[in-house]
Structures are given as C-alpha cells and as structure tokens.
T-cell receptor, first 115, second 113 residues
Framework: EAGVAQSPRYKIIEKRQSVAFWCNPI?????LYWYQQILGQGPKLLIQ????????DSQLPKDRFSAERLKGVDSTLKIQPAKLEDSAVYLC?????????????FGEGSWLTVV | QKEVEQNSGPLSVPEGAIASLNCTYS??????FFWYRQYSGKSPELIMF????GDKEDGRFTAQLNKASQYVSLLIRDSQPSDSATYLC?????????????FGKGTKLSVIP
C-alpha cells in the first residue's frame, strides 16, 4: 500500500516569497491533516480536512497560510508571504476516517527553510 | 490551554536496559494516547496506543496509562541501538467529532552499545 506522498521534499526561499506544498494521502483515506514541526518540537496541527471540507483550522495563520483539498483527495498548503519563523517541516498525514481508533499515517514531510 | 509535556532528554541507556519515557497531559477529557517514534529526518511512525488505565504490552514495548494522575509512559525493554530516536507522546483532543492529536515536544533516546 502506497503511503502519504508529499512534494517537494526540500525548499529554500527568501522571506516574503511564496511556497506551495502538495500532498496525496493514502488511497481511500477521508481525513487529511497538515502539521507543522519546528526543529526540536512536536508536530502542531495546522488544518484538518474531512473529505473536501475543513474540520478545524483554528491554528492556521490565515493571514499567510492557506490550504485546500479539492475533490477530497490531494491537498495543497500555501504560504504567502513567508516569514523566517515559518522554517519547519510540513507534515501531511491521513487517516481512514476521523474516528478514534483510526491510525494517523504521516508522509515524509516537506522541509522549508526561509532565509 | 491543552498541553502535552515530555522531558526533552536526551535519555541515555545502555543496550539491553529498560528505557522509561514519561508524558503528562493537561486535558482531563483526553481519551486516547499514542506513542510515536521519529528517527532523525524522518516522519513520525506509530508504536502504540492506549485507551484504558493500566498497562498494554506489544513485544518489547509497554504503554502505561494513569488517567487520575494524567500520566502516560512508555517502557522499552531490552533496548537496542536501533531504538535510538525521538519518542513523541500524543493525546487525542477531547470533544470528539474530530479526531486530532496534540503532540508533546518529544524525548530523545540514545541507546549506547
């Protein structure tokens, strides 16, 4: 079974530039998450989708971050304009449904460095 | 604010010893608890989850949960160098309807050959 796919794996941009990350969840997984993991910290949830609807985006800095999941499969996370503090790994994850007991599987992550 | 606290370590144990990793959480309504392992530069992978008070064993790993004390731990028996990684404690946010995990900062474990 293919895992959660993410691209690009690595990106270096200057502050105030924009960047977009793509995620393809495990086939059949209805729930998709974007987490931000800053070096030395645990992952922090940015946004959760159930199919193509947003379940929770309370921790998403909406002035610069946006995410969409058109057609309920792939998802894109965009940052515009980027700040130095956005340097982190952006982890996409998916689970079969949003119910307790469903394992959340993580992708390899997209590493962002803002200089 | 709902928080998950872990000692960041590093925790160093000799090969073959028992490694004990601890985690406390602030939300009394938390219902399920997870341990993820994260190798350097890799994504988190699930080791174990536990829902009920007491112990749950899976091979060399034992998860322990005490909801009254808001405490969850992971024991790794017969530690191997390949167990060297960061261990993330995660808690399912209460208020269901949406299944989310809140993570601690992780404890870095080093198993010395």
């Amino acid at each position: 079974e293919a895992g959660v796919a993410q691209s690009p794996r690595y990106k270096i941009i200057e502050k105030r530039q924009s960047v977009a990350f793509w995620c393809n969840p495990i086939s059949g997984h209805a729930t998709l998450y974007w987490y931000q993991q800053i070096l030395g910290q645990g992952p922090k949830l940015l946004i959760q989708f159930q199919n193509n609807g947003v379940v929770d985006d309370s921790q998403l800095p909406k002035d610069r971050f946006s995410a969409e999941r058109l057609k309920g499969v792939d998802s894109t996370l965009k940052i515009q304009p980027a700040k130095l503090e956005d340097s982190a790994v952006y982890l996409c994850a998916s689970s079969l449904t949003a119910g307790t007991g469903n394992t959340i599987y993580f992708g390899e992550g997209s590493w962002l460095t803002v200089v | 604010q709902k928080e998950v606290e872990q000692n960041s370590g590093p925790l160093s144990v000799p090969e073959g010893a028992i490694a004990s990793l601890n985690c406390t959480y602030s939300d009394r309504g938390s219902q399920s608890f997870f341990w993820y392992r994260q190798y350097s530069g890799k994504s988190p992978e699930l080791i174990m989850f536990i829902y009920s008070n007491g112990d749950k064993e899976d091979g060399r790993f034992t998860a322990q949960l005490n909801k009254a004390s808001q405490y969850v731990s992971l024991l790794i028996r017969d530690s191997q160098p390949s167990d060297s990684a960061t261990y993330l404690c995660a808690v399912n946010r209460s208020g269901a309807g949406s299944y989310q995990l809140t993570f601690g900062k992780g404890t870095k474990l080093s198993v010395i050959p």
